[in-house]
Every structure is written in C-alpha cells, then in structure tokens.
Nanobody, 128 residues
Framework: QVQLVESGGGLAQAGGSLTLSCAASGFTLDHYVIGWFRQGPGLEREGVSRISTRDGQSCYPDSVKGRFTIARDNAKNMVDLQMNSREPEDTAVYYC?????????????????????WGKGTQVTVSS
C-alpha cells in the first residue's frame, strides 16, 4: 500500500529554519517526482517544490526560491523540505505527493494530476 507521511510541522517564529520530512512506504523512491504543496487559510493549494528522485533535479516557485530547499534520500525513502527565513505567509498545511509512471523527467513540468499519492499533511504556523 502506497503511503506518504509528513512530519516536522509546528509553531515557530518568523526568520528561523524548519525541516519537514516526507516518509514513503509501499514503494521505493527510485523513479518518482516528489512534490511539496501547501494550502494556507482561505487560499488555494500551491506547489512549493519538486524533486526528481532519479537525478535530484528540483524546482521552486518564486515565492520560496532561495528560502526553501528540497532534498531526497532514496536509501531512507524520504524527501525533506528545509524552510529557511520563514515568513508568516508560509503558514499553511504542507503536503507531500508522489508522481510516478509515465511522467516527464523534468519535475517542473509534471502535471498536478499526475501526483496520484498524497500524504495527510502537517501544519506549519509562523508567527511574526
């Protein structure tokens, strides 16, 4: 059974660092694109990073570029999201999701509908 479980969320002050983890089970992360998404209060879901577990290629939207870093550890079947210089606008539920099968090698062009497996999310609250 494919399962993704996020951890590492919590309440923190702006400006610091926080690392979220996504643990995968039921499949190996050898040829997938793993994405981190977030949904803030009253907002639509937004992608914040993606990584190819095949070659480590990653991409970020401008809203987090330079502050967030995604990394995979295929041996541990985990993908982490390091959040630096946190801002109150980063407050959201963060989800990880996996896209596999016949997907483009470039994680930046994988369609949202190709992310077929989702975790239940972890809450991140950043206070000013």
């Amino acid at each position: 059974q494919v399962q993704l479980v996020e951890s590492g969320g919590g309440l923190a002050q702006a400006g610091g660092s926080l690392t979220l983890s996504c643990a995968a089970s039921g499949f190996t992360l050898d040829h997938y694109v793993i994405g981190w998404f977030r949904q803030g209060p009253g907002l639509e879901r937004e992608g914040v990073s993606r990584i190819s577990t095949r070659d480590g290629q990653s991409c970020y939207p401008d809203s987090v570029k330079g502050r967030f870093t995604i990394a995979r550890d295929n041996a541990k079947n985990m993908v982490d999201l390091q959040m630096n210089s946190r801002e109150p606008e980063d407050t959201a539920v963060y989800y990880c999701a996996a896209a596999g099968g016949r997907i483009p090698p470039d994680p930046c062009v994988v369609r949202l509908q190709d992310f077929g497996s989702w975790g239940k999310g972890t809450q991140v609250t950043v206070s000013s």
